[in-house]
């Protein structure tokens, strides 16, 4: 069954969907009144819900909540945006079907782009929660500096690095919450390096090959899930 969006509350017993959504129920799915749909609220929460009035936005009541506990380990990838935003779009997309669970954009000494748009990112999220049925919906946050980024962040953090050694195996993470940075086509900086040892981030390589941004930001989410496996 396909799994719609709606930020409800578990004490709700009724619920308007969005426009959007109400199209694609009636439209695409060709669902009426008194039939079941699913909605999630991206806080682990999965209702079963019946079509009550049909229209524009789509009144529905739910008929019971499912909760689901959210995996123990948790990925946060600091990444800089892309000069692409198609590129940076996809990975936000896929990253959010690998089931990542939050991510912010950061600003190094080589990124070429300085803002991304969150709205869009927060309407492309949602969209891939729902196409691959998952009830947790990723945090996207606000543009931040990397400086300010590495002294707020309090999880076990990781730089992608080519000038290191360090292989991404199981044993190197001692954490449930990871933080996975990953800088621009250039790079981090030498001084970027310098200042992340100094604040105990651990280097990885992602191997021999220059890949792009989101190309290693998609490897590095899929190696470590499936240390979990």
């Not at 123990?72 to 000069?83: R, T, V």
């Not at 990723?138 to 730089?159: A, G, Q, T």
């Not at 900086?189 to 998609?218: F, P, Q, Y």
Request: hydrophobic share 35%; net charge positive.
């Amino acid at each position: 069954m396909n799994l719609f969006y709606s930020n409800f509350n578990n004490d709700d017993k009724l619920i308007t969907i969005n426009q959007t959504d109400s199209k694609h129920i009636t439209r695409s799915f060709r669902k009426k009144i008194g039939d079941i749909i699913k909605i999630t609220n991206g806080r682990g929460s999965i209702c079963e819900a019946k079509i009550l009035e049909e229209g524009k936005n789509i009144k529905v009541g739910i008929k019971q909540i499912l909760n689901y506990k959210r995996e123990k380990l948790s990925i946060h990838i600091a990444i800089s945006p892309l000069k692409n935003s198609s590129r940076f779009e996809w990975f936000v997309e896929k990253a959010t079907e690998l089931g990542i669970n939050e991510i912010t954009p950061i600003i190094t000494e080589f990124t070429e782009k300085k803002k991304v748009n969150i709205e869009r990112l927060e309407r492309i999220i949602i969209s891939s929660m729902k196409q691959s049925n998952q009830c947790y919906k990723p945090i996207i946050n606000d543009v931040e500096d990397y400086l300010s980024f590495i002294s707020k962040n309090n999880d076990e953090k990781i730089m992608a690095n080519m000038k290191t050694e360090n292989q991404l195996k199981k044993d190197f993470i001692k954490s449930d919450n990871i933080c996975l940075m990953i800088g621009p086509e250039g790079g981090f900086s030498d001084r970027e390096i310098v200042h992340a040892l100094e604040s105990n981030v651990k280097e990885i390589t992602l191997g021999k090959n220059r890949l792009r941004t989101e190309t290693a930001a998609i490897y590095s989410i899929s190696v470590i899930k499936s240390f979990t496996n």
